[in-house]
């Protein structure tokens, strides 16, 4: 009776340290899968800080604004829940970023002309401005496929940031080709204005009436009649022919006696 008690408590043990361990091992399953959807809305919410920050680089609409700061609030409210410890200053930055979006909504819709952007002046600023739009485009698509974004609003601004993206370029190789010609690099910055007027070109033929399509065409034109003249002119005198007839009057020419 006794060899049966005993028994009977040692599986009872047993199957309550079983049954810590499996609950247990839970708490650290559910503890690391908070972290890493905690981490994952802090990423979100960082990267889309720093596309916000870097807006005004480029003219840029309430449209997007909203959309990005949407896209905040939305893994802000997230962080609260899974936040812990940080969970207030979560719920403080929430709080700021209602009041934003709020008064966006009560204001007046700004949509700046493509036409007043300007190439920024040193390279690393260009480097971070392509970087900059094409992370808000990969943003824009993915709040787009979420449903999130009105498909109107979401083609305007695609073919917002298109637009911005063939400025850059097409300043960028203009601007390279100028430097490269400073440099009498002809051949690369000919080559640059072929390929850029080549880009220009296929964008014209989708839109025709784009005025900065027109000017960076005449632009590129003139630049490129420039270098081939400045190629021109670099170009040693080339050697001229020798005359047959000058060969034989020096071969039959009176010998000189010495």
């Not at 970023?97 to 920024?120: C, D, H, M, W, Y």
């Not at 989708?206 to 632009?219: A, H, L, S």
């Not at 005359?243 to 071969?251: C, E």
Request: proline share 4%.
């Amino acid at each position: 009776m006794i060899f049966t008690l005993v028994l009977i408590l040692i599986g009872a043990l047993l199957l309550l340290v079983i049954g810590i361990n499996v609950i247990q091992q839970q708490k650290e399953r559910a503890e690391a899968e908070r972290r890493t959807e905690l981490a994952r809305q802090r990423a979100i919410i960082d990267e889309t800080e720093t596309v916000l920050s870097c807006t005004g680089m480029f003219p840029c609409s309430t449209n997007i604004v909203l959309i990005l700061y949407k896209r905040v609030q939305e893994a802000l409210s997230l962080s609260v829940s899974l936040g812990g410890n940080q969970a207030t200053d979560y719920h403080r930055r929430l709080q700021d970023i209602n009041a934003q979006i709020e008064t966006l909504n009560n204001g007046t819709k700004q949509n700046p002309s493509v036409e007043s952007f300007r190439l920024p002046d040193t390279d690393k600023q260009i480097l971070t401005l392509v970087q900059v739009l094409k992370k808000l485009k990969a943003i824009l698509r993915a709040e787009h496929n979420k449903g999130k974004i009105d498909p109107t609003i979401f083609a305007q601004e695609e073919a917002r940031i298109d637009s911005l993206q063939l400025r850059i370029n097409v300043d960028s190789m203009l601007s390279r080709a100028r430097s490269a010609s400073f440099m009498k690099q002809y051949g690369s910055s000919k080559q640059m204005v072929t390929k850029a007027l080549a880009t220009l070109h296929t964008i014209k033929a989708m839109t025709p009436n784009d005025p900065f399509i027109t000017k960076k065409v005449d632009e590129a034109k003139i630049l490129l009649d420039e270098i081939m003249g400045a190629q021109k002119q670099a170009a040693p005198n080339a050697p001229q022919p020798k005359n047959d007839d000058d060969d034989i009057d020096v071969l039959f020419q009176p010998k000189k006696k010495w």
